[in-house]
């Protein structure tokens, strides 16, 4: 399998909400627009679809080139043909979150109230209410569900509370050195961080969109500090040492003498010219209100995840330790929630899942190529009983475009399966009733079997589908080669 393909050229789309969101605190948000983009091709049964979650000062740019870029999309490593996040199975979303200054709605945008920026007018919004915007925009494309939801810091946090806020909707969840709440170090972190932007005398209370200063001092301050917590001691060691910069001694003044000071100015001015300090204000501030515990228990809050769930730390990440992360894990266990647990062994700190391509590749598309029968089986069950006869049989066939239908008796258990061909046989013996043709030692599969077990059975017997039973052989759905040919298809 080859990790250096990309995806070529991408274009950044928009979703042009035509109703107001509604907001955690009550707040109304006008009609907002989220920009995203798609890699891959959605299949015909909108099974294959993958949403990934960008981190603070992320965009819906994850992959592949836009025109002119010097680089590519921020995970291009993970998106694109024969990468784990395989564009040749999955369709992949990225969104912009709302708040933010990629092109979804933010405090840089038109107020259409006021006809001038939002500024501070921009209301204050959470976790919950980016996640709630990102359904707005799943349901705009009309997919029924997500075969996984992925994304790591912030990003992993929108993960989490897409397991909690829509459970039914999302089949597996992916959460990557991320918190199941924010801590008082990060919280102070992030006060820090804010006031070194309030403070800065350009700032003007969040009003300088009409002039041509912009508090980007204190955004650069900003972003240096948030910095230091994205790397390690040991990457920090390793990178720069206590080596100067383009000298061979100390000049004893208040220059910035040392590597480390050189890279965490330049990472602060670049920052400035691509992010908007009002949205680095609130998107702080949402990172500062999620806990999902709302005073109960870790394992209380997390009783909603059906999802299966892969939770993966990094070694060196002391912004998101691997002990919180345990404790995350901890608590799906105790609710029987089929999860995962990988640590990432890096120097590179918080930021090693935007890095380490290798270990990143392995653990995902393990947990990936684990995929079960829940995850891509149609719900919508259509049976007969046993009593039915063959013209009604016929006629569902006819109507629901089906070439096989389970007959249940009427405790709506399986007691075997009508057919097509069975249908040509009733014809050719002059049968009436549906128990006269049926087949009755039939084939099933539960909804946690594994696909690529179902798939070798169904070649087996040479068979287009299986009707998914429960533990009391009520049919529950049914899952056919189209719904996975897009996920094991090469």
Not at 141 to 160: A, F, K, R, T
Not at 407 to 422: F, M, P, R
Not at 454 to 476: A, R, Y
Request: glycine share 6%.
């Amino acid at each position: 399998m080859s990790y250096e393909k990309s995806l070529g050229t991408v274009d950044t789309h928009y979703f042009h909400m035509d109703e107001d969101l509604k907001l955690e605190t009550g707040d109304i948000l006008k009609k907002p627009t989220i920009a995203y983009e798609t890699y891959g091709v959605l299949n015909n049964e909108k099974s294959n679809v993958i949403l990934v979650c960008h981190a603070l000062t992320g965009d819906a740019h994850a992959a592949g080139w836009h025109n002119g870029d010097k680089k590519p999309g921020w995970w291009d490593i993970i998106i694109g043909p024969g990468k784990p996040l395989d564009t040749n199975r999955y369709f992949i979303i990225c969104s912009n979150v709302i708040g933010s200054c990629k092109g979804t709605t933010g405090p840089s945008d038109i107020n259409p109230d006021t006809g001038d920026y939002y500024g501070l007018d921009f209301p204050i919004v959470t976790i919950t209410d980016m996640v709630h915007a990102q359904k707005k925009l799943i349901d705009h494309l009309e997919i029924p569900y997500l075969y996984c939801v992925v994304g790591g810091s912030m990003g992993g946090m929108q993960v989490l509370q897409w397991t909690l806020s829509y459970p039914d909707i999302v089949r597996n969840a992916i959460m990557i050195a991320s918190g199941a709440y924010s801590t008082p170090q990060q919280i102070a972190f992030n006060a820090v961080e804010r006031r070194s932007i309030i403070e800065d005398v350009n700032w003007n209370k969040g009003d300088y969109y009409h002039t041509d200063k912009r508090p980007e001092q204190g955004l650069s301050v900003a972003r240096m500090m948030a910095h230091i917590t994205y790397l390690s001691n040991e990457s920090m060691y390793e990178k720069f040492g206590r080596r100067l910069q383009d000298k061979n001694t100390f000049s004893y003044d208040f220059s910035n003498e040392f590597q480390v000071e050189s890279y965490l100015e330049h990472q602060g001015v670049t920052f400035t010219q691509r992010f908007d300090a009002n949205s680095y204000l609130y998107l702080t501030k949402a990172l500062d209100y999620f806990d999902i515990r709302n005073n109960n228990s870790l394992e209380e809050a997390l009783k909603p995840i059906t999802a299966r769930m892969l939770i993966m730390s990094i070694s060196s990440d002391w912004l998101y330790t691997h002990e919180h992360m345990e404790d995350i894990v901890m608590a799906l266990r105790s609710n029987n929630v089929d999860v995962s647990y990988s640590r990432l062994n890096s120097e590179y700190g918080h930021d090693a899942f935007l890095i380490e391509n290798g270990q990143m590749n392995y653990i995902i598309s393990n947990f990936l190529s684990k995929a079960r029968v829940k995850d891509v089986m149609s719900h919508k069950v259509i049976t007969l009983t046993d009593g039915a006869d063959i013209k009604e049989a016929a006629e569902l066939m006819m109507t629901c475009n089906k070439t096989h239908i389970p007959i249940v008796d009427t405790n709506e258990k399986i007691v075997g399966l009508v057919t097509a061909w069975d249908l040509s046989k009733a014809i050719a013996t002059n049968a009436e009733n549906i128990e006269d043709i049926m087949t009755r030692n039939v084939y099933t599969c539960h909804e946690n079997d594994s696909i690529f077990d179902i798939t070798t059975k169904m070649k087996e017997h040479n068979i287009s589908g299986l009707p998914v039973i429960d533990e009391e052989d009520k049919v529950i759905g049914s899952i056919t080669t189209a719904h996975i040919s897009n996920l094991l298809d090469k």
